[in-house]
Nanobody
Framework: QVQLVESGGGLVQAGDSLRLSCAASGRNYKIYALGWFRQTPGNERKFVAAISWSGDSTRYDDSWKGRVTISRDNAKNTVYLQMNSLKPEDTAVYYC????????????????????WGQGTQVTVSS
């Protein structure tokens, strides 16, 4: 089992920055990648960014490139999502997810590649 705990969400103004954190824990697991997804009411979860467990491979959704950076701290088993120049349309619940099946970064963008999810953290951007 893998446990994921997100933090760092909140209410910010347009143009502000925010850093989300995702702490991973558990025993007898092999995580290949950690990803971030966002979800708004009535819509599917959409991919934002992912990073391999080793940290040597990253992938971003094209719509977020230039505004987000994903990174990880090996010592803390924590992944970060730095979001800059936030817009009101970025308002959503952001979820962290763990991929324990697919090592190839080709699979990082699909929510079906992830089998463990955090509880989500709300990000609200006011205009």
């Amino acid at each position: 089992q893998v446990q994921l705990v997100e933090s760092g969400g909140g209410l910010v103004q347009a143009g502000d920055s925010l850093r989300l954190s995702c702490a991973a824990s558990g025993r007898n697991y092999k995580i290949y990648a950690l990803g971030w997804f966002r979800q708004t009411p009535g819509n599917e979860r959409k991919f934002v960014a992912a990073i391999s467990w080793s940290g040597d491979s990253t992938r971003y959704d094209d719509s977020w490139k230039g505004r987000v950076t994903i990174s990880r701290d090996n010592a803390k088993n924590t992944v970060y999502l730095q979001m800059n120049s936030l817009k009101p349309e970025d308002t959503a619940v952001y979820y962290c997810a763990a991929d324990t099946e697919y090592e190839d970064s080709y699979f990082y963008a699909s929510r079906y590649s992830y089998d463990y999810w955090g509880q989500g953290t709300q990000v609200t951007v006011s205009s």
